[in-house]
């Protein structure tokens, strides 16, 4: 399985965007799929998570304004951001794992996909 993530870029405050991420090969072995961030210095940090099913899960931190979706026949994972902040800021990457829960645990994803950078200016 291979991730590709695509749709960042730079946005004031209070804007919006729309990240894609697209699995390629053997998607019919992934369950759960997420989307984590890290910024320079900081650790990586799940903000949404989707089982297959579509239960999902939020940090508190995007809780209310993040929304994740998912399109199983496509292989793609989805994150609508509104009301973005600048300490939103970071590079975000698309994840998927073998495991049924909606993990917060970026550990327990085993396909990471290449990052793509969001900006948010104040």
């Known amino acids: 399985v291979q991730l590709q993530a695509s749709g960042g870029g730079l946005v004031q405050a209070g804007g919006s965007l729309r990240l894609s991420c697209t699995a390629t090969?053997?998607?019919?072995?992934?369950?759960?799929m997420g989307w984590y961030r890290q910024a320079p210095g900081s650790q990586r940090d799940v903000v949404a998570a989707?089982?297959?099913?579509?239960?999902?899960n939020y940090s508190d931190s995007v809780k209310g304004r993040f929304t994740i979706s998912r399109d199983n026949a496509k292989g793609t994972v989805y994150l609508q951001m509104n009301s973005l902040k600048p300490e939103d800021t970071a590079v975000y990457h698309c994840a998927a794992g073998p495991r049924r829960a909606a993990s917060m645990n970026p550990y327990m994803y085993d396909r990471w996909g290449q990052g793509t950078q969001v900006t948010v200016s104040s």
């Open positions: 090969a053997n998607i019919s072995s992934i369950n759960a």
């Open positions: 989707i089982t297959r099913d579509g239960i999902t």
